[in-house]
């Protein structure tokens, strides 16, 4: 376990040493970070192996860009047993336990899709602190949101680490996908009435519904990259042929929203953007207007 946990932390964020030094020389993190030690003592590896690899400090690292106007709080620690993550009060909180169902999910080999074991522990652990940290930007910048605000936290943690390289985004993509894929199946049994409302009522979309949106907006940023999903049938035609305007509503509200409040110097270093498609923005060519695809 402590190998295989030591060698996800290690490709975590894929942080280049260029990020890393770029990070160093500006001003100090908004996010501050602590590991709390566990209650359990199964989790003692866990909290052990991810504290000695720095992992909060990759993330701290990561997220160095963005400009917020107080300090989040990230941590890992142990949750009475709930194998998830939080944010409220302007704290985030990695469970333990969720980082040991990963684990534990994880398969044996690569699976028939490509997805290697090592991308089922990488690809949510990412997306999950990304989503939460989506939470935080919602909170701290005031930011509208229209619609429901965990599926705007997904499209705002597909999106930031589609800003990554070609090759981590599509590990990412295809773990993250995986894991609730996984969640999906381990639902299969009957529910009672009682389980049918809550897993219904849940704020949260159905894990069915949460892989295919981000292999949508995956599929949108680069249809030739992952061309795959669609014709290996893992995202169904009818879907995606509108995940190209899906994605361009994402970046519309990214750039107009988020971007304001992150160092763009520093994010040229630590993300590479170039490789995505970009569209012109709301705001550049005009509310209402069509765009170029769309004009007579």
Same mark, same amino acid.
């Given at each position: ?177 995986? =894991? %609730?894929?996984? $969640?999906? @199946? ?5 529910? /009672?009435?009682?389980?049918?409302? *809550?897993?219904? #009522? ?15 907006? =995956? %599929?949108?940023? $680069?249809? @030739? ?5 669609? /014709?290996?049938?893992?995202?169904? *035609?009818?879907? #995606? ?56």
């Amino acid at each position: 376990m402590k190998t295989a946990l030591a060698l996800a932390v290690v490709g975590m964020f894929l942080v280049t040493a260029t990020a890393m030094t770029a990070f160093a020389a500006s001003k100090a993190s908004q996010i501050s970070i602590r590991y709390v030690p566990p209650k359990n003592p199964a989790h003692q590896p866990i909290y052990k192996d991810l504290k000695e690899r720095r992992a909060l400090e990759k993330l701290q690292e990561f997220l160095s860009p963005f400009r917020l106007p107080r300090t989040v709080q990230f941590s890992l620690a142990g949750c009475d047993g709930e194998d998830d993550a939080s944010y409220g009060d302007e704290a985030i909180t990695i469970c333990y336990e969720y980082v040991d169902k990963l684990w534990k999910n994880m398969p044996a080999k690569t699976t028939p899709a490509g997805i290697a074991p090592m991308d089922t522990v990488i690809g949510p652990f990412v997306d999950t602190s990304l989503h939460e940290f989506a939470h935080a930007l919602f909170d701290m910048l005031n930011l509208p949101v229209l619609g429901r605000e965990e599926d705007a936290a997904d499209q705002v943690a597909a999106y930031i680490y589609l800003q990554l390289g070609k090759a981590e985004a599509r590990r990412l993509i295809m773990g993250t996908a995986y =894991a %609730y894929l996984t $969640d999906a @199946k381990s639902d299969d049994a009957p529910l /009672t009435p009682k389980e049918f409302a *809550e897993d219904f #009522a849940e704020a949260h979309g159905m894990p069915q519904q949460r892989a295919y949106n981000v292999l949508c907006i =995956a %599929y949108g940023a $680069d249809t @030739k990259l992952f061309g795959d999903f669609v /014709t290996k049938g893992y995202l169904p *035609e009818e879907r #995606a042929d509108v995940c190209e305007e899906e994605y361009e509503q994402v970046q519309d509200a990214y750039e107009e929203l988020v971007t304001p409040h992150i160092d763009s110097a520093l994010a040229k270093r630590i993300f590479n953007r170039t490789w995505l498609r970009k569209t012109p923005t709301l705001k550049q060519r005009g509310r209402g207007l069509p765009r170029p695809k769309d004009a007579p």
